[in-house]
């Protein structure tokens, strides 16, 4: 399934300890470029954050954002290092006896200082895998999306490959009709000249020049490529770098039938194959 690379995806996971929020923002690009900005606590599992995102995408610039926003903690009693408490009072208690005039030990000055109360630390390794889990729903958005917009370039790209069909089909229809006017407007010319001419050599010439003329093969080549177009896009990979390659010969040929262009007819459609190519092209560009 053809996907793009530009899509954004967001998912809020609530959980007894928090709540964790996954932003998620991919682009274009040629390779997969992973960027991760989330909380230092964490980093133990950045790696394997990455290879989750590692093995869904395969190209684009990624931009991802974890967010922790710790619920607020409720409890029945705070828990003291007694030790460090006491140790500070003695402390207090030495300088006042300093002191000229010395004042009564804060309570809450003491609670405050570091050390004294004992923070209860979180375990992480729940909130980690509530995390891998809530990226991978991120994940799942982030692909729908990428592939609704892909989608959508899938059937702009096949509309143009449609245009370059008709217009493939009117060149090779002409050909006959180009060459005989061709050759008519040589003979009238010679006519109008009065002049002897070896029929055998003009024949020769006339040969020549109708071969120089024929762009059967390089329209041959342009339905080639077309069809290769429509096999690709069905393909359920990356296919952004090989629609770009078939982009590149499919210009190719229609610069090459421009060039051999003997009629203004051919010469239009040399342009109009070129701006649908463009206009496939920069499309291509945002597909995975």
Known sequence: ??????????????????????????V????LELHMKIPEDFRASETRFREIL??????????????????????????????????????????????????EVDPIKVLQWPGVVVEIKLDMKPVLAAAETALSAALDELVANR?????????????RCE???????????????????????????????????NHDRLEQELVHLAQKMDVEEELDRLDSHLKEMHDVLDRDEAVGRRLDFLMQELNREANTLGSKSADISSTNASVELKVLIEQMREQIQNIE
């Open 54 to 103: 590692q093995q869904r995408l395969a190209r684009g610039k990624v931009e991802c954002l974890l967010r922790f926003n710790p619920a607020a903690v409720q409890s029945e009693s705070i828990n003291i290092n007694h030790s460090q408490a006491k140790a500070l009072i003695d402390a207090c208690h030495d300088i006042n006896d300093m002191l000229h005039q010395p004042s």
């Open 1 to 26: 399934m053809t996907k793009s690379m530009t899509a954004f995806a967001r998912i809020q996971q609530s959980l007894d300890v928090g709540e964790l929020i996954w932003e998620i923002r991919s």
């Open 163 to 197: 245009a370059i069909e008709q217009i493939v089909r009117q060149a090779r229809e002409k050909i006959p009709e180009i060459q005989s006017r061709y050759q008519q407007k040589i003979h009238e010319r010679l006519d109008s000249l009065k002049i002897d001419v």
């Open 28 to 31: 274009n690009h040629r390779f």
């Open 147 to 159: 592939e609704r917009e892909g989608a959508r370039l899938r059937d702009m790209i096949l509309q």
